[in-house]
């Protein structure tokens, strides 16, 4: 029996309602658990500080699992640095950019760069923009579009990728949200399981080709594009046809990123083969494993700057110091959000939402209800990494109790949390694909929002079906629904506008 009772949602009802309210995610996190201690503790707020702060702060950050992903964070967003001070990503698009000779192919090759840089989503907007803004513009396609498809590829394509930053916390909060409910499971395998239903990565990817196929635009996207084709018009040819040429780095070549990927991948893939072969994978092997390769390629990053850039390795080393203070934010959302975990774990919050919902929702219906809720909480935030610390420890105890698919509620809570940061005009991946893109951000939001609506309102009827059809193969079926539905529209409303 929960001795709480209603006291015990409040914790997260009151992060969720201040993260709205406020859209800081760090304030919201940091009253919610206050509030939490303040029950604990019979409301007496010195009793409550130091409660947060010994009980669960510390102890958060000491705890083996949490203090080794702290690290690993650290060493990713030293490496990612790196590897964008040393030119590499940027080579690597220039040569996609080589093979562009018409509106079509400069967006697709747009789209095929912003899937090559799947380290990082807000590097992809800073490197990939800049560098296809001349393109499209030699070319005629408005600033709107390349926003739209920089922004697109960026968090779907990095929520996918297991071994970067986005997994490492998701695999966390999920270890920790586990270990709170009494669920015994390694977290990179729950995060592979979850993989095949993160249904709006994969179909929001999957739109942009769809979209170019028809060689159409509709709504507001077409509207800037008329606007462009008239400005263009009013311009001379000097002014309209920069040359690609113009942006390329000469010092970065493709050895700047293959080299620093392969080592990474080999470092990996040794590493991991090892325990493949004996005594088998368990999360500590997956952590170190990462942790090693990341430095390892960190060190191939340095070396190719001290060849090519006459960088020292100190100066280096000063770099990578700088691009683990980017992920500083980040870690302190985990440490709070690992705070908030334990404390609502104390209160028995799931369990107590468990027996309020009891037979009144289907479990099955769990993953969509989680869906919307995620989707409107980030697009009012702006932030995926405060919906994902937020919902999954509250949902993951009340699907486990209600016996709900634990792996589609995980995805909703992801592609809920992508969704709404993906629309959102406060998200931080947004500002940055309308300052890649040299795009108005206003401009960005409205002519993105009729594009991006398509592949949400086709997860929602994916989580839908899968309450009927709980199948992860039920993607291919709402990817052809979502082919069909983005033809039909073009067909209806579209128009070709490029000249």
């Known amino acids: 029996m929960n001795e709480y009772g209603v006291l015990s949602i409040i914790p997260p009802a009151l992060s969720i309602f201040l993260a709205i309210l406020t859209r800081n995610i760090m304030i919201s996190l940091i009253i919610g658990a206050f509030s939490g201690t303040m029950i604990l503790a019979n409301f007496n707020p010195f009793f409550a500080i130091t409660e947060l702060v010994e009980k669960y702060i510390f102890i958060q950050i000491t705890s083996g699992s949490n203090a080794q992903i702290i690290v690993i964070m650290f060493a990713i967003g030293g490496f990612i640095h790196l590897l964008e001070k040393s030119g590499g990503a940027s080579a690597f698009s220039s040569v996609v950019a080589k093979f562009v000779s018409n509106p079509g192919r400069a967006q697709f090759a747009a789209w095929c760069a912003g899937l090559s840089v799947f380290f990082t989503d807000s590097g992809n907007a800073l490197i990939v923009g800049p560098l296809f803004r001349p393109i499209f513009k030699r070319l005629k396609i408005c600033r709107e579009k390349l926003a739209y498809i920089i922004d697109t590829t960026a968090a779907p394509v990095s929520i996918l990728v297991p071994f970067i930053s986005w997994g490492i916390y998701i695999m966390n909060l999920i270890e920790n949200t586990y270990g709170d409910v009494g669920i015994e499971a390694e977290p990179y395998q729950v995060l592979l399981s979850v993989w095949p239903y993160q249904f709006y990565a994969f179909l929001a990817l999957l739109a942009i080709p769809m979209i170019l196929s028809t060689g159409k635009d509709y709504g507001l996207m077409a509207q800037a594009q008329e606007k462009f084709n008239r400005e263009m018009e009013s311009m001379t040819d000097t002014n309209g046809n920069e040359r690609v040429s113009d942006i390329k780095d000469n010092k970065s070549t493709l050895r700047n990123v293959l080299l620093p990927l392969g080592v990474l991948f080999i470092t990996m893939a040794v590493y991991m ?227």
């Open 273 to 499: 083969g090892y325990f493949v072969t004996t005594t088998g994978v368990q999360s500590i092997h997956m952590r170190g494993g990462i942790l090693t390769a990341y430095i390892f390629a960190s060190i191939a990053c340095a070396y190719i700057m001290k060849q090519q850039r006459k960088f020292s390795y100190e100066r280096s080393f000063q770099e990578y110091i700088k691009g683990m203070q980017n992920l500083v934010f980040l870690c302190l959302v985990m440490v709070l959000a690992w705070s908030l975990s334990s404390i609502c774990k104390d209160l028995k919050t799931g369990y107590y939402l468990a027996a309020i919902i009891g037979d009144r929702i289907s479990p099955n219906f769990i993953p969509p209800i989680v869906f919307m809720i995620g989707a409107t909480m980030s697009f009012a935030t702006g932030s995926s990494y405060g919906t994902f610390a937020i919902l999954l420890i509250i949902v993951i105890p009340v699907a486990y109790t209600l016996n709900a698919p634990l792996e589609l509620t995980i995805a909703a809570v992801l592609s809920g949390g992508l969704f709404g940061d993906h629309t959102s005009p406060i998200s931080d991946t947004t500002v940055l694909a309308s300052m890649g893109a040299d795009c108005p951000h206003i401009d960005h939001v409205t002519t993105q929002f009729s594009y991006a609506i398509i592949p949400g309102f086709m997860t929602l009827l994916t989580f839908l079906i899968s309450a009927y059809y709980p199948s992860s193969y039920i993607i291919f079926i709402v990817i052809l629904i979502q082919l069909m539905a983005i033809k039909s529209i073009m067909w209806t409303f579209g128009r070709k506008t490029y000249n």
